[in-house]
């Protein structure tokens, strides 16, 4: 994968990961999320007709409570709960418990259970009632105090909230509740215990930061393409084959790879004349022209030719591979490579030249020593671009501050 590529995904996730810290920063504290997970009436279980069950007066409750916040602790005032018979609470409480004060680090969740003596209950008609096959509903309302502490370099500061939420919990026949999901605790009023900002704020700066990357893709310049020795064979070095044809054969064979590296441009080469050369002292032995051709955005093109050679020292390099060494040769790469860019007002032309060179090292296979392509680099690639490293740099910096306004 290209060092583009890295560069889009990170400034995306950088954009993404600011815009979702700013947002939890500025919108408040979400208030933690209350539910019955298991609610038992013992009373109401008609399959026990017992005299115990049937005086049984007690109701079993099971309640979780989550802290939904991803960066803050928080702690809970002592919790109130509070049981009502029917579905309008304005009735008189049945029942009451209460949940001592705790601390609940942030993600973490805590169950908390209770056996509750009720009181008021019309027992005889809530048994009917479910022995034939109805429900009764109970309510189940909590009230307390949630205190979340937030800490920067002045200090900390603490934030209070009232969490008053209630649901109603349908009771059948088993004795149990009738939905076997957890029951939410809900609250008519979330508008009053919480702080609230504009939530379409952290979309806005993230899309900020896709516009700045896009922007910054279109003036940084252009990224020259990525040339590469895929193979290299040199039948006269290979020392396993000691026919006088394969001695006598004077050529090499050369698989090029080119990468258009841009993700929105297309690219035309001009002809590329490769160089051969021989030895460090960079003997020029033979030379091939690839045709001109056009190639797509990302694309990749492989180029093969057999070269004939000329002046190569064949005796001393055979020498020097059949005792275990290796000899080198250099493979020079050039043309000039032209991106198009297109606008409303109409399309410019972008023309650069694309001078590159690899060292190619050959062992008494006739192959190339190393096995993975052989990068052709510049000694001035610096020369053949527009920059745009330190551009890019700038339009994140940039895209960081607007974040943090």
């Known amino acids: 994968m290209s060092s583009r590529y890295y560069c889009i995904g990170l400034s995306i996730i950088f954009s993404g990961i600011t815009a979702l810290i700013v947002w939890s920063a500025l919108r408040g504290y979400r208030l933690p999320a209350c539910s019955?997970?298991?609610?038992?009436?013992?009373?109401?279980?008609?399959?026990?007709?017992?005299?115990?069950?049937?005086?049984?007066?007690?109701?079993?409750?099971?309640?979780?409570?989550?802290n939904r916040e991803p960066f803050h602790g928080v702690r809970y005032d002592d919790i109130k709960m509070t049981f009502f018979y029917g579905q309008n609470s304005s009735l008189n409480p049945i029942g009451d418990y209460k949940v001592p004060r705790f601390y609940q680090g942030y993600r973490k969740e805590a169950r908390r259970k209770a056996l509750v003596e009720t009181y008021g209950v019309p027992w005889e008609a809530a048994r009917a009632n479910v022995s034939n096959r109805s429900t009764v509903t109970f309510r189940v309302g909590l009230a307390t105090r949630v205190t979340y502490k937030a800490c920067d370099e002045h200090g900390c500061s603490y934030h209070t909230y009232d969490l008053i939420?209630?649901?109603?919990?349908?009771?059948?026949?088993?004795?149990?509740?009738?939905?076997?999901?957890?029951?939410?605790?809900?609250?008519?009023?979330?508008?009053?215990?919480?702080?609230?900002?504009?939530?379409?704020?952290?979309?806005?700066?993230?899309?900020?930061?896709?516009?700045?990357?896009?922007?910054?893709?279109a003036v940084r310049g252009y990224r020259l393409p990525a040339c590469s020795v895929e193979d290299f064979y040199v039948p006269c070095l290979n020392a396993t084959n000691n026919s006088t044809s394969g001695r006598t054969n004077h050529t090499l064979y050369l698989v090029l790879r080119l990468q258009n590296r841009e993700l929105l441009q297309v690219a035309r080469y001009?002809?590329?004349?490769?160089?051969?050369?021989?030895?460090?002292?960079?003997?020029?032995?033979?030379?091939?022209?690839?045709?001109?051709?056009?190639?797509?955005?990302?694309?990749?093109?492989?180029?093969?030719?057999?070269?004939?050679?000329?002046?190569?020292?064949?005796?001393?390099?055979?020498?020097?591979?059949?005792?275990?060494?290796?000899?080198t040769f250099w493979v020079e790469l050039a043309t000039r490579v032209t991106y198009r860019s297109c606008y409303d007002s109409g399309c410019s032309y972008h023309t650069y030249d694309l001078v590159e060179e690899a060292k190619v090292s050959v062992d008494g296979s006739g192959q190339r020593v190393n096995k993975k392509g052989i990068r052709l680099k510049s000694a001035a690639a610096g020369h053949t671009r527009r920059p745009g490293g330190f551009l890019g740099l700038s339009v994140m910096l940039?895209?960081?501050?607007?974040?943090?306004v």
């Open 398 to 404: 940039l895209n960081f501050l607007v974040l943090l």
């Open 165 to 217: 939420e209630g649901a109603n919990v349908d009771v059948d026949g088993s004795g149990r509740k009738v939905n076997k999901q957890r029951i939410r605790l809900k609250s008519a009023a979330p508008d009053h215990i919480r702080h609230h900002v504009f939530l379409g704020l952290p979309v806005i700066l993230y899309f900020l930061g896709i516009i700045a990357l896009i922007v910054w893709s």
């Open 270 to 327: 001009d002809e590329i004349n490769v160089t051969f050369f021989y030895g460090e002292t960079m003997i020029p032995v033979g030379n091939y022209t690839f045709p001109r051709f056009h190639q797509g955005y990302h694309k990749r093109a492989l180029r093969k030719a057999l070269v004939e050679t000329d002046g190569v020292p064949w005796e001393a390099a055979y020498a020097n591979v059949s005792n275990g060494s290796t000899v």
């Open 36 to 66: 019955v997970e298991v609610f038992y009436v013992p009373c109401l279980n008609v399959t026990d007709n017992s005299t115990s069950a049937r005086s049984n007066h007690t109701l079993y409750f099971d309640i979780r409570l989550k």
